[in-house]
């Protein structure tokens, strides 16, 4: 008997278990029907950090999420997003004490949760937060296999059209109205809605996409955290979180949840709306971690905000914003987002809300809890489980994953004078050995250099770790280690001794090249004290090769100051110093120009990225557009002993070379003479017979070539 007891007894007991184990339990990994899922991501650390977000935040015995980041209050919003994180984290003891805050708090019988409860509580709800508890319902009810939770979310959702919603417009909440909240269009919410409770929840999202349209910024995308119901402009509201007019708080979610709705349903208008995010987001931002922690409206445009609290990396910004690039399937911006998700995997909860951003490193309440859900979101982790139609299960995949790649072609030595790349020698690789997550090839003190299909070529693949988190402390002790890691030219063998470009009168630099990532090209210059802090800019992502041309202009400090104050045909295109560097003590631009040492490129991401270059071409023109022959910059010849393609300056031809626009003539030499024309990399562009000892041949632009008749060389320029 007693044998056949604990045999019933542990029965009823894996019954139990199966019963409480959620029907998908985590990781779900289950690619969207729509947009880009990252198919890499390392889900042990999304459980980290739910470990480090539960310790901190959530609050077991009265079944709060804590916040703000004092420990006396909660808020409904915190309550629907642990709810949320909780159903996908499958973990039903978090969930059924989060609801029960919920229901115990509620502002109608089966509605929505008083704003917020505890110290300084409130009465009326808030809407976006009761959108995401029905949402949270509705997967609870597939996750645990319960009716119950979907009878209280269809309960809850009849509440919500009638109290939070007016006329097909989204009200703040139940007991107020006084303007629009874009980041309260929940659309991926609403369509789950119609098709769990019928309604005319279809007119409700046509409405939402009116009015974000009509708050939406035509240049940058992006739109207020509250909105005026009749003029669609930017406003304060006595629900405001911050004092402030623009994109900030509220505001950073929409991109979020545009991206949800097109992850889910393909809503096109979703994905319209993140295309115009981001039109903007990649060239002004180049990663995630280049976003600012808020953008002030002033003079009718958005800015970043670039105060103490706001110029800062965050996960509510560069996840918010960064998830518009889910919606366009363009190359560049799956790149983008994947430094989306590198940010969130670095960026991490405190370990404890008392104390949090003061003696306690790391994230606050806010964007602790919007890092959970982002990253769930973004990694497949947070499908539509009540309709998993079009959701295709995966096998995270780390080969994926952007990585450091080998460079095809030889390899040529470093410094060799002989070598040369638009009449270029002096080329080096470098990075950083502090062991904090560099790669790269070539090594640091190689060459860069390489020679393919005949042609000389700058390429580097490169990988950085994350910079340190500054404070006094690290500082003072020596602890901050920086990595670095690019390919620089010098113009001369010494590369402390500088060129004075206003003598050679050089105005502008034009490189022919192709990137991916987030690779910033400086000026390198005797005057500028702290290595790192030269002025550049980021160079266009592209995967073909591409010819940028840059203005050097002197104008305050850089060469054209970071208000982009002086004149110039093509202001994205303006140099300018860092944010970080002191103004005060940065050189100006006049004087950079009298000690140029050299140019450099290197891969910059405060979060730590990967980065790939290929440079073509590199040219000083003067002011009519002329390129400056580089011996003019270096002082140096080329060797006439070519050892790759042709590199070489050499005695001139006895045969006579003239120019006439785009062609290049050969008079008076020997009869049957090789007509040969390089560009400056000593990649042929064309070619010919001296029949009768005359000969002329097209080239394909303007600029330096080297003109081989017979075995003898000249140097020519076509203007």
């Not at 050097?552 to 860092?578: A, V």
């Amino acid at each position: 008997m007693k044998n056949t007891f604990k045999v019933a007894i542990g029965a009823l007991a894996l019954t139990a278990a199966a019963a409480y184990a959620g029907q998908y339990p985590f990781p779900q990994n289950m690619k969207h029907p729509h947009g880009t899922t990252i198919e890499y991501a390392d889900t042990d650390m999304i459980k980290e950090h739910y470990k480090l977000w539960k310790q901190a935040w959530y609050q077991a015995s009265n079944g709060w999420v804590l916040a703000p980041e004092g420990t006396c209050s909660t808020v409904s919003e915190a309550i629907a997003y642990g709810m949320l994180i909780s159903v996908y984290m499958d973990d039903q003891d978090v969930f059924k004490n989060l609801y029960k805050t919920w229901t115990g708090n509620s502002a109608g019988a089966n509605g929505g949760m008083n704003w917020r409860i505890g110290c300084s509580g409130g009465t009326g709800t808030a809407s976006d937060a009761d959108f995401d508890a029905a949402l949270a319902l509705v997967m609870a009810s597939k996750q645990w296999n319960d009716d119950s939770y979907l009878t209280a979310g269809k309960s809850l959702i009849s509440w919500i059209a009638t109290n939070d919603i007016a006329s097909n417009k989204i009200k703040p909440g139940n007991q107020w109205n006084d303007g629009f909240n874009p980041s309260y269009a929940t659309t991926a919410n609403f369509q789950l809605f119609q098709d769990v409770a019928g309604g005319s929840w279809s007119s409700v999202i046509s409405q939402a996409y009116t009015d974000l349209n009509g708050c939406q910024d035509s240049k940058t995308g992006l739109v207020p955290d509250w909105c005026d119901w009749n003029s669609h402009k930017p406003i304060l509201t006595s629900a405001a979180v911050s004092n402030d007019i623009g994109f900030y708080d509220d505001a950073a979610r929409t991109p979020w949840r545009m991206a949800w709705a097109y992850y889910w349903y393909g809503d096109t208008k979703a994905q319209a709306f993140n295309k115009k995010v981001v039109d903007w987001l990649i060239p002004s931002t180049h990663t995630a971690s280049g976003v600012n922690s808020g953008y002030a409206y002033k003079s009718n445009s958005y800015e970043a905000d670039m105060s103490v609290k706001r110029n800062f990396v965050s996960s509510t910004f560069s996840g918010g914003l960064g998830l518009a690039t889910s919606s366009i399937s363009s190359d560049e911006a799956k790149a983008y987002l994947g430094t989306v998700y590198r940010v969130l995997k670095e960026k991490k909860s405190c370990t404890s809300a008392s104390g949090c951003g003061e003696t306690v490193v790391g994230e606050k309440y806010y964007p602790a809890t919007l890092n959970m859900l982002y990253l769930l979101l973004l990694t497949g982790n947070m499908p539509n489980l009540y309709n998993t139609t079009g959701f295709e299960k995966f096998t995270p995949d780390p080969t994926k994953a952007p990585s450091v790649s080998d460079i095809e072609g030889q390899q040529m030595a470093s410094r060799d004078s002989t070598v040369g790349l638009s009449g270029f020698w002096n080329w080096g690789a470098y990075h950083d050995k502090l062991g904090i997550g560099t790669k790269m090839v070539p090594d640091s003190g190689s060459s860069p250099l390489y020679l393919k299909d005949g042609a000389i070529y700058a390429e580097a693949s490169m990988e950085i770790g994350p910079e340190p988190e500054w404070t006094q402390e690290k500082a003072d002790a020596g602890l901050l280690k920086y990595p670095s890691a690019g390919i620089a030219m010098s113009f001369l063998s010494n590369d402390k001794k500088g060129v004075d470009f206003t003598k050679l009168n050089i105005k502008s630099l034009r490189v022919t090249m192709k990137a991916s990532g987030p690779i910033r090209m400086a000026i390198l210059n005797e005057f500028t004290g702290e290595a790192g802090a030269e002025p550049g800019i980021y160079v266009p992502v592209s995967g073909d090769y591409v010819a940028t041309t840059y203005d050097l202009t002197p104008c305050d400090m850089g060469f054209l100051g970071r208000d982009k104050s002086c004149s110039s045909p093509n202001p994205d295109s303006l140099i300018n110093i860092l944010s970080w560097v002191d103004q005060a003590k940065a050189p100006e631009g006049a004087q950079i120009l009298k000690g140029v040492t050299g140019i450099k490129w290197e891969v910059k991401d405060a979060k730590g990225g990967i980065g790939e270059l290929s440079i073509k071409a590199v040219e000083f023109l003067d002011a009519s557009g002329n390129v400056v022959d580089p011996e003019k910059i270096t002082g140096i010849k080329i060797s006439d002993t070519p050892k790759t393609g042709i590199q070489a300056v050499a005695a001139p031809a006895a045969a006579k070379i003239t120019v006439a626009g785009m062609n290049i003539s050969v008079e008076g030499a020997k009869a049957g003479s090789n007509i040969a024309v390089f560009n400056m990399q000593g990649k042929l562009v064309a070619s010919g017979k001296a029949i009768f000892g005359n000969a002329a041949v097209s080239v394909p632009s303007k600029g330096l070539y080297m003109v081989r008749v017979g075995n003898k060389l000249s140097k020519v320029s076509v203007k």
